[in-house]
Nanobody
Framework: QVHLVESGGGLVQAGGSLRLSCAAS??????MGWFRQGPGKGRESVAA????????YYADFVKGRFTISKDNAKNTVQLLMNNLEPEDTAVYYC????????????WGQGTQVTVSV
């Protein structure tokens, strides 16, 4: 089992920045990432990073604005969000998957990010 706790959400004006953090405890993970669900929208992937090789994925709509990073020893992942837009308003969820798993099986409770005009 993996327990995930997100932090760092809040209210920010358009063009501002926020840094989200996620701490994992329990079983070792092979990858961690961030997903989000905006009002009236389904859950969508934002960014992910693998633990061993450090491969990184970004959704097209955040490339050049968001940066994902990790600390393997502490089992933490961060998402630095710059140039935030109102369309980024969503609940952001941290997720993790175990070695050999093909999907993200563990999810945090989410942290609210609200971007005002």
């Amino acid at each position: 089992q993996v327990h995930l706790v997100e932090s760092g959400g809040g209210l920010v004006q358009a063009g501002g920045s926020l840094r989200l953090s996620c701490a994992a405890s329990g079983a070792s993970v092979s990858a961690m990432g961030w997903f989000r669900q905006g009002p009236g929208k389904g859950r969508e992937s934002v960014a992910a990073i693998t633990w061993s090789g450090g491969s990184i994925y970004y959704a097209d709509f955040v490339k050049g604005r968001f940066t994902i990073s990790k600390d393997n020893a502490k089992n933490t992942v961060q998402l630095l969000m710059n140039n935030l837009e109102p369309e980024d308003t969503a609940v952001y969820y941290c997720a993790a998957k175990l070695p050999m798993a093909s999907r993200f099986d563990y999810w945090g409770q989410g942290t609210q990010v609200t971007v005002s005009v």
